[in-house]
């Protein structure tokens, strides 16, 4: 008679090791997607395993008024090394563009014709919602960019269909970076800069969203993931 042996125990030591070192990035969100005040565990990623590191360019600073122009996002299992699954982004066309802050139209480079390609909202966030559901969102410096997301959602009727966890990756360059002298602006392109990290251009969100990934790989790359 043969006997079966047990599969041998998986190692999760550089799991829980990454886990670890995005503590102090991980901020709890409430069921609708809203950003609460009150940091996460650790334990909040058990049952994720993605994360969507995003980005969104907004027409002004308020949720309620202004609107979404660009949002982009990278797909990535979270695992040691943030394994790369998939990526989107597009421009959204604007509903009340009387309503925009002209030096945030300024900043994202918006004109009718440079939007002439552009989704409605709608097909944007349904896109959106397929890219990642259950990961949790990540970001630098995420509290405007969940704030727009989760007031699209809202806008569209469509249920927040992301983990109740988000990333901040601002808090965990400051962590890693800041007694070390090397950087003393905390702004994504200044950190990705003195990381020596190449973008694909400023202030798309796609291009926002892949640096904001990269900054993050680099920085955990260089965290030990082993068990003590």
């Known amino acids: 008679m043969f006997l079966e042996h047990p599969p041998p125990a998986r190692d999760t030591a550089p799991v829980d090791s990454l886990r670890e070192a995005l503590l102090p990035g991980l901020r709890r969100l409430q069921p609708d997607g809203g950003l609460t005040t009150e940091p996460a565990q650790a334990d909040a990623l058990d049952a994720v395993a993605e994360i969507l590191v995003l980005d969104l360019e907004m027409s002004g600073p308020n949720a309620r008024m202004h609107e979404v122009l660009d949002l982009g996002g990278v797909r990535a ?8 699954h998939d990526a989107w982004g597009s421009r959204v ?4 563009i009387g309503n ?13 014709r440079a939007w002439k390609d552009a989704i409605e909202l ?4 349904g896109r959106f919602a397929r890219l990642a559901p259950g990961a949790a969102v990540a970001g630098w ?9 989760v007031e699209s959602f809202r806008r569209v009727g469509v249920p927040w269909p992301f983990a109740p966890v988000a990333l901040d990756v601002q808090p965990i360059a400051r962590g890693l970076l800041g007694g070390r002298g090397q950087v003393d602006h905390f702004n994504l392109g200044h950190v990705a800069d003195r990381l020596g990290i190449g973008r694909l251009g400023e202030h798309g969100a796609l291009a926002d969203a892949y640096a904001a990934y990269d900054v993050l790989v680099k920085l955990i790359a260089a965290v030990p993931l082993d068990s003590p």
């Open 77 to 84: 299992r979270l695992a040691p090394g943030f394994p790369e």
């Open 93 to 96: 066309r604007p509903r009340h």
């Open 100 to 112: 925009a802050v002209p030096g945030a139209l300024k900043v994202v480079g918006y004109s009718p």
């Open 122 to 125: 709608e097909q944007a966030i």
């Open 141 to 149: 410096g995420i509290g405007q960019d969940v704030a727009f997301l």
